[in-house]
């Protein structure tokens, strides 16, 4: 693998931009140094981009903050011309870019499917990271009613395939905010209106989408190794969102953490708590950043 820096524009000297070939995909990270001498802190999303990140990475400007952009996602480019992706393929990348850093040690906060990346990263390479913070994993395999949470998302993936991206982002979004278990019968009531969510009506025939197309199934039918992680010298926290509570991401991030023998950490906010604006939504910045600074220096 290679790693090439880009240069920054003058006027916005931080953070550095770097590219690192690894097999199937060129990935571009990001370095924002810091102030301080503590270890530093790798920001994790999927499919979530580096951009995601601005407004938490601005209140850990004592450390040296990592960001990065997903294989296909944004600049992070694909050349394996695979149409899925795998917990196991993001945690190698991973590695990747934490060994392209070079530090001694290094935390990480992932959130969502960068969570699930981040644990399977743990299991397979535990000496690499001091503390993981994990946010809300959508993991079915974690969920009392897994079975019923599978068939939902392998039907979701089915009506994008079928059908394209607004009748399967509309399902999605019916998904994530339902609050409780799942009823047996989900999928057999009406689609939902992709209207009524704001999202396209017609099919533009792309099947290309991070989500949907790339990361669903391998995500959230992840089956962590949870004898690795409770075995691993990385200590775990498992956090979820107070507005999240008995949604589907947070009912997952319980039960694994349950699967640990480990108490949830309990966030401000919402799923996206460390927003501040970008991709539209406005979670509560300043106080998830206080928590998590708690959580990763307790």
């Not at 969502?112 to 503390?131: D, E």
């Not at 897994?146 to 991206?165: P, S, V």
């Not at 969102?241 to 919402?270: C, I, K, Q, Y």
């Amino acid at each position: 693998m290679t790693t090439t820096p880009s240069s920054p524009s003058p006027s916005s000297p931080s953070p550095e931009s770097h590219t690192l070939s690894v097999p199937g995909a060129t990935l571009t990270y990001d370095v924002r140094p810091g102030s301080g001498g503590g270890a530093p802190l790798l920001l994790v999303g999927s499919p979530m981009s580096a951009a995601g990140f601005v407004s938490l990475a601005s209140h850990f400007t004592d450390r040296t903050v990592i960001t990065y952009d997903p294989r296909g996602v944004d600049r992070s480019s694909r050349t394996d011309g695979a149409t899925e992706l795998t917990p196991e393929e993001h945690a190698e990348d991973l590695r990747a870019v934490v060994e392209a850093v070079g530090a001694e040690e290094i935390d990480v906060f992932a959130s969502s499917g960068g969570a699930v990346n981040a644990l399977a990263l743990v299991a397979r390479h535990p000496a690499l990271i001091r503390t993981l913070v994990a946010h809300e994993p959508p993991l079915a395999e974690a969920l009392p009613d897994r079975d019923i949470a599978l068939r939902i998302f392998a039907d979701m993936r089915e009506t994008y395939l079928r059908d394209g991206f607004g009748a399967g982002m509309a399902k999605f979004l019916a998904v994530v905010a339902h609050k409780g278990p799942f009823p047996e019968n989900w999928t057999d009531g009406p689609a939902p209106d992709p209207a009524a969510f704001g999202l396209p009506t017609e099919d533009d025939g792309s099947r290309d989408d991070a989500l949907l197309g790339q990361n669903m199934r391998g995500c959230t039918g992840y089956r962590p190794d949870f004898d690795a992680l409770r075995a691993a010298s990385t200590r775990v926290v498992i956090a979820a969102g107070r507005e999240s509570e008995n949604e589907m991401t947070a009912r997952a991030a319980a039960g694994v953490a349950e699967r640990l023998g480990l108490d949830l950490a309990w966030f401000p906010s919402h799923h996206g708590g460390f927003l501040g604006g970008e991709f539209g939504q406005q979670g509560k910045p300043a106080e998830f950043a206080k928590a998590l600074r708690a959580a990763l220096e307790s």
